[in-house]
């Protein structure tokens, strides 16, 4: 049987907020998507298969991590990603140019080398370019690739902020040229230019240009306040591509996604739901719960009534207290079940919304709740 080619269309819009399609040879994807992290080629503290249960359609996991540990070839010669952590939805791969800069003992940044590094590990060198970054990514074998760029933390220095976001064009140009021809995969393009407004205009055109299956937003959720966020993603949403995905990379907190959503991005991304179930934090539909705190020490009530899967209404916060409390591994990997779910209850709650054209409300009711 052929492989289904890589595709997206929009099914519905309300206002700026898109109801679409996402088709891959390893499955569908219902936008607006979000994507659980695997970071390691696991998703901490919980099994694929529930990982799956929650409605979740597709995953990321990161070049960085993976070709420090356990290395590119291990993974290859199991069969790729998918195979090595028995793993049947799709996944996407981060470039690796992020946790260059934030975890890495930098070397150097060369125009035609790329990042020059030391692992934050073992402190073996690893150069890492544009090409070599595809050549991980294809050899993993993940669906969705991502472009090498340069991501660098918030600044007000608009002279640096260009010559990055020029320096992640050029390595965007050889990202596509390294990543060929394969209609049954993507390769998505980063805009970058922090946040200056002619900057994020002049990236996004020259990623047109260059013509990817995808466009991405990165370069936020580095330091910016939310409004800031926002306030770039009102233009550049509006001069994206209409019949392509829409990825803002590394968010985020619920109210960071209806923000978003409301603008116009189909995709994200994000640690915050598996990290903060891993200390106790628990994301609700009225608001979130600090686990830890004394007061649940005699509170028999479930996180959520409501939630059915995976019977995590048994649970009361009463005892989850205990867990966290006493240092015990459940605690975390209920918690962090939980948090995946309730992501992806409110990605479901948001597409039927659009598709009902209530959004706005929705939206309103729910953005300073969340």
Request: glycine share 8%; proline share 3%; with cysteine.
């Amino acid at each position: 049987m052929a492989l289904k080619k890589f595709s997206f269309n929009v099914k519905e819009i309300d206002n700026k907020a898109r109801l679409g399609l996402i088709k891959t040879h390893r499955g569908n994807i219902n936008t607006p998507a979000f994507m659980p992290v695997g970071t390691q080629a696991t998703i901490k503290g919980t099994f694929i298969d529930d990982i799956i249960k929650t409605g979740s359609e597709i995953i990321l996991s990161n070049t960085y991590h993976l070709m420090i540990r356990p290395g590119v070839n291990r993974i290859e010669s199991s069969g790729g990603l998918h195979s090595f952590m028995n793993c049947k939805l799709p996944i996407l791969t981060d470039s690796g140019g992020f946790q260059v800069m934030s975890l890495s003992k930098l070397n150097k940044i060369d125009i035609e080398k790329g990042a020059i590094f030391n692992s934050h590990i073992d402190g073996k060198k690893f150069i890492l370019s544009p090409e070599e970054s595809i050549r991980i990514q294809k050899s993993l074998n993940s669906d969705i690739v991502m472009v090498m760029d340069e991501c660098p933390k918030k600044s007000n220095d608009y002279k640096k902020i260009k010559k990055s976001m020029n320096l992640s064009m050029y390595w965007a140009e050889r990202s596509k040229e390294a990543f060929g021809k394969n209609p049954h995969k993507a390769i998505f393009g980063i805009i970058q230019g922090g946040l200056f407004k002619d900057l994020r205009i002049k990236s996004l055109e020259k990623l047109v240009e260059i013509d990817f299956n995808g466009y991405a937003v990165g370069g936020l959720a580095v330091g910016e306040s939310q409004n800031e966020m926002f306030k770039t993603l009102d233009y550049v949403t509006n001069l994206m591509p209409k019949n392509k995905p829409r990825y803002l990379m590394g968010v985020g907190t619920p109210s960071d996604i209806l923000g978003a959503v409301k603008r116009g991005i189909d995709m994200f991304d994000c640690v915050l739901p598996t990290r903060s179930g891993r200390t106790g934090l628990a994301f609700t539909w009225n608001g979130r719960i600090n686990i830890r705190n004394s007061k649940y020490q005699h509170d028999n009530n479930p996180l959520d009534k409501d939630t059915i899967n995976f019977g995590l209404n048994k649970y009361s916060k009463n005892y989850l207290n205990h867990l966290f409390n006493t240092n015990e591994m459940l605690g975390s990997m209920l918690l962090t079940l939980h948090n995946i779910n309730f992501y992806q209850e409110l990605m479901r709650s948001i597409r039927k919304n659009i598709e009902n054209g209530t959004f706005n409300e929705f939206h309103d009711k729910y953005i300073n709740r969340l």
